[in-house]
């Protein structure tokens, strides 16, 4: 599935990240082997800049939410 992200929005880009994940998984509407877009695959939409999906990312990990599987996905 596609993240859009909103620049105008006063919420931070990875904030809006975290929540476009987090609401499917609460709702278990993303089946548990589902890969996630690449942080590269962010890059129009956040002017090439990576941080802020690795950051999102990262949270997520920590929290339990999601798993990386190194080079082979998120």
Do not use: W
């Not at 990875?14 to 589902?34: T, Y």
């Not at 996630?36 to 999102?56: H, N, Y």
């Amino acid at each position: 599935s596609h993240i859009a992200l909103d620049l105008a929005s006063k919420v931070a880009p990875f904030e809006q990240i975290k929540a476009s994940i987090i609401g499917p998984l609460a709702a278990v509407e993303l089946p548990a082997v589902h890969k996630l877009q690449r942080a590269a695959d962010f890059g129009p939409q956040i002017s090439g800049r990576t941080e802020p999906v690795v950051s999102a990312y990262r949270e997520l990990k920590a929290d339990g939410l999601i798993r990386s599987r190194g080079h082979r996905g998120t």
